[in-house]
C-alpha cells in the first residue's frame, strides 16, 4: 500500500490535450501536491500517466515556461516557479472544467445557487434545520450584555458551551472534563490545528479510502504523506489496517467513526479495539471526526469511549445539525495538549467566535433542539428509503443500507464512471458527488455518494436516467 | 541583522534555575522553535544564552529526559521526544509563571476576568464598541431568509459585504473589485492564509522590531526565519529594510502601515514609496495589515494604494470598531491568488462564517456606524492627551505622539525592566504588555504599550507609580 497522488481526469470536456496536461500541473500546484522549487514528473512519465503523446506533455510544459510558471533547467528537468501566483490563474474558470479532486464537490457545493440542485453536498438543506430555534436565539443574544456581543471570547471558548459539550459527550460514553474541551470556529479548523500541532511536513497520516475529501486537501496543506485503508462496512479493513500501521508508521489517522462519511458505515465494537490496540503498539494517534453524532438513532461505538481520550482526540461540530452559517466547532483531547492547541489557536486566529458560541449554546439549550433532531433523524429514515429504492430502480446500488446519517454510497451501473455522470449532471446544474473525490486510490469510478436529503427532487431521477441511458463513460 | 530566536525571560519570580531552564524548553517546543526531533542546544551554548551554570543546564535535561519529554542520544546529544504531549503541561499552571513571550499579551488579556484592568490590551472596551448596532443587527438577522440563519457561505463570502469592502478601501485609495475580497474568519486567519499560500517552511519573513507580537507567533507556527528591521516614527529603517533584503531575500514583508502597532507610528509616503521600489528589485511580497484603517482621522499612506495590489496585499478586520465577538476579516490580492487562496481557505475552514458575515454587513451599512467611529476617534484623542500627561507625570515617556489610534508606546524610567513591571502589576491583576513581547532583537526591554482606551482607571498609575517607586529591576 503506497501514498497515491490524487490523479487529474483526463477527460475534461471542450479542453485540447495541451490545455488539459497545463491544466493538471496547475491544479497540482494549486493543491500543493506540487509546491514551489518541487520537480515536476518528467514528460515521458506524465505522458503515460495522462495517456497522451510525449509531444502533448513538451508542448504543456513549454507553454508553463513562458507563463513564468515553471522552469526549465536543461538537462535536469522541469521545475515549480517559486512564485505560487500564475498557477492560481488556472482555477479561475468555468466551473465545468475543474479536474475531479479533492475540491470538486466542496467548491460546486459551495459555489452553486439556490436553484441547482445538489444531491452531492454534504449537508441538509436549510429548510430541514431549526431555523425558528436560531431566530429565537438571535433575538436573545440582541439583548445579552455587551461583552458578548463586541468583546473577544476566552481562549478556550465560552465555558457554559464547553461545559455542555462535555455533558453531551458524556452521553455517548466519552468521558471529558469542560477544561478538555476548545472550542474552534468549525470541525474543520479544529483537525488543521490538531494537524499543526502533532505533524511535521512529510509525516504520514493514514486515512480512510473512501474517506472525506477534505481530509485529503487538509493533509496536502500540512505536506503530509496520505495513505489510505480500505474501508468495510464495519470499519477499516483490519488487516490492511495492521500491515499499514506496521510498515508505514503513521503519526495519525483520521476518521469518522460515528456515521462514516461517503459509506454510512458503523463501526464495530471488535474493529474499534484492534484499532486501538494496533494504536497503542505503534504509538498512532487517532483524530475521530464525529460531526454526525446527532444524526444517529443510537450511538455507535466511539473510539475515544473505548480509550478515554488517551490516544484519541475527538473532535465535533454543530455544522451538520443546527447551522453551517454559525460556525463552531471543537476539540477534545487529554489534558496536556490542551494548552498548546490554545496557544496555536491565538497564533492562528486569535479569539474565538464568541458571537456564535452563544448562539450555539442558546439553541443547545433550548429544549426545542432535541425535539428537531428526532425530527430530522426520522425525515432522513423516510428519505433513506425512499431515495435507496428509486436509485435501485436506475440500476444504482447501494453499497450497505446505513443506519442512519444522511449518505448513501453506490455503484452505479457497470462500466459507467461517475466522474463523466457528474460532469453531465453539472451541466444540468445537478451537483453530484463523484467516487474518486473521496478515493485516494482513485479506486471508486463508478461509485457515487448521495446525500438523501437533498435527492428528493424529482428532476435528479429524471437527468440520472437520461445520462445513465447515454452510458456517459 | 539575523534572526533572533526569542529569548525567554531569566527572572521567572519564584523558580529555580533547573526549573526555569525546564521551562524555556518546554515553551520553545510549544511555540515550536524547537520541533519533535529537533536537536537541543548543547548544555555549554544553552547555558552561555541563559547565562548559567553548566551543571543548572544538566540537571534540567536530565530531569526533562525522566519527565519523557527529550531522549538523550549518548555521544550525540539531547532530542526533542517525538510526542508533542508532554510539553504542552508546562504551559498549564499559575499565570505568572508565563515566561515574556509572543503569548504573553494576548494569553494574559483573553484570561482576564472583567474586574481586571488590561492597559495592555489590544482592543477597545466593549462600552467603546457599537453595542446598539451590533443588537439592531441581530434583530433584523432574527428575521432573514432560513439559508442566511442555516446554509455555509459561498467560498468568496458574502457578495454585499464583499462590495462594500471594496468601496471602503477605494475611499482610502485602494482599488481592488469585490471578486479581489475574500472574507476570512478574522484578519489573523487572514494572514494564516496568506502565510500558507505564500510560504515554504524555512522561509525569511521580514517584520517590524517592534512589531505585533502575535506575527511572532504565526509566524513560528509556520516554520518560518523570521528578521526584524528597526521601526522609526515614518515607518521602517529604510537603509536597514534595503540592506535586510538584499542580503536575505525576504519571501514576505509583514506590517501594519495605517497605524503602527505597537508604536503608533504611521508611514511616510517617502519610506512607502522605497519599500515598493525594494520590493520589485528583490522580489518581496508585502501582507499590509490594516485592521485599525477605521480609527483613523485622516488616511495615512497605504502600501496597497501605491502599488495597485500588485505585490502588496491587503487585509483587515472589523474585530477592532465594529464586534471582536463576530469573527470577519478579509484578504484583498491580486486576482491570480484568489482562487488558490480559496481552496485553502476551504481545505483549512470549509465554509466562511455566513452569519457573523451577515451581521457585519448589517452594522456597517447602518448609518450609525459612521457616527460610532467618529465619537470612538474622538474620545480616543481625549484619552491619548489624558494618558500621555499622567504617564509623563510617573517619567514614563512616549516614543512619539501618535496622530490616531489607541496605542502609546513608551519608555520607562531609566533601567526599569518593562517584563518586571508587568510580572508586578498582574499580582494586582492589571495586564501590561511588556516591549519585549513586541520586540525580536528583545531590544524593547524598557518599553511599554499602553491602550490608552483601557488605561483610563486611576488604579493602574496608582499601581504604575508603586512598581516603580519600587524601582521594579
Not at 471570547?153 to 462535555?166: D, E, K, V
Not at 428509503?385 to 443500507?401: C, D
Request: with cysteine; hydrophobic share 45%.
Amino acid at each position: 500500500m503506497v501514498a497515491v497522488a490524487i490523479q487529474m481526469n483526463e477527460n475534461a470536456a471542450g479542453h485540447t490535450r495541451v490545455a488539459m496536461v497545463m491544466d493538471t500541473i496547475r491544479q497540482r500546484v494549486a493543491g500543493r501536491s506540487l509546491t514551489p522549487g518541487a520537480k515536476l514528473p518528467s514528460v515521458r512519465a506524465l505522458a503515460g500517466t495522462l495517456k497522451v503523446s510525449i509531444s502533448t506533455v513538451v508542448d504543456a510544459y513549454e507553454r508553463l515556461v513562458a507563463e513564468g510558471a515553471i522552469l526549465s533547467r536543461p538537462g535536469s528537468g522541469f521545475y515549480v516557479a517559486n512564485q505560487a501566483a500564475p498557477f492560481a490563474l488556472a482555477e479561475v474558470g468555468p466551473k465545468l472544467d475543474r479536474a475531479i479532486d479533492p475540491f470538486w464537490v466542496s467548491r460546486q457545493s459551495l459555489e452553486a445557487g439556490d436553484a441547482d440542485l445538489k444531491p452531492g453536498c454534504g449537508w441538509l438543506p436549510p429548510s430541514w434545520l431549526p431555523e425558528e430555534g436560531v431566530r429565537r436565539a438571535l433575538r436573545t443574544l440582541s439583548r445579552a450584555g455587551g461583552s458578548a456581543l463586541t468583546d473577544y471570547g476566552s481562549p478556550l471558548g465560552l465555558p457554559l458551551l464547553r461545559q455542555l459539550i462535555a455533558r453531551r459527550m458524556a452521553e455517548r460514553g466519552i468521558e471529558a472534563s469542560p477544561d478538555q474541551v476548545m472550542l474552534t470556529e468549525s470541525g474543520t479548523q479544529a483537525i488543521d490545528l490538531l494537524c499543526r500541532f502533532l505533524l511535521e511536513p512529510g509525516d504520514t497520516v493514514l486515512v480512510d479510502d473512501p474517506c472525506y475529501f477534505n481530509f485529503h486537501a487538509l493533509l496536502r496543506a500540512h505536506r503530509a504523506k496520505i495513505i489510505g485503508v480500505p474501508y468495510t462496512p464495519s470499519g477499516p479493513d483490519i488487516e490492511a489496517f495492521a500491515r499499514t500501521v506496521a510498515e508505514h508508521r503513521p503519526r495519525l489517522y483520521i476518521t469518522n467513526s460515528g456515521i462514516h462519511n461517503p459509506t454510512g458505515a458503523t463501526l464495530s465494537p471488535v474493529v474499534a479495539h484492534r484499532i486501538l490496540k494496533l494504536a497503542d503498539q505503534f504509538d498512532l494517534t487517532i483524530i475521530e471526526d464525529d460531526i454526525f453524532a446527532d444524526l444517529e438513532h443510537t450511538a455507535a461505538p466511539r473510539l475515544a469511549a473505548f480509550d478515554g481520550l488517551d490516544r484519541v482526540i475527538h473532535i465535533g461540530s454543530f455544522s451538520k445539525t443546527l447551522s453551517a452559517s454559525a460556525r463552531c466547532g471543537f476539540v477534545a483531547a487529554k489534558p496536556q495538549w490542551i494548552d498548546g492547541l490554545t496557544d496555536l489557536k491565538i497564533a492562528t486566529s486569535f479569539g474565538g467566535g464568541r458571537m456564535t458560541a452563544e448562539l450555539v449554546l442558546n439553541v443547545l439549550g433550548d429544549g426545542g433542539y432535541r425535539k428537531h433532531l428526532e425530527v430530522v433523524r426520522h425525515r432522513l429514515s423516510v428519505a433513506m428509503r425512499e431515495v435507496s429504492a428509486k436509485l435501485k430502480n436506475l440500476g444504482v446500488t447501494p453499497w450497505l443500507e446505513p443506519q442512519a446519517g444522511m449518505f448513501l454510497w453506490c455503484q452505479l451501473p457497470d462500466g459507467v464512471d461517475a466522474a463523466n455522470v457528474a460532469r453531465a449532471a453539472l451541466e444540468k446544474r445537478i451537483v453530484m458527488a463523484p467516487g474518486n473525490a473521496f478515493s485516494l486510490s482513485q479506486s471508486a469510478t463508478s461509485f457515487m455518494r448521495f446525500n438523501v436529503s437533498q435527492t428528493l427532487d424529482p428532476r435528479i431521477f429524471e437527468v440520472l436516467r437520461e445520462v445513465l441511458a447515454g452510458r456517459a463513460n
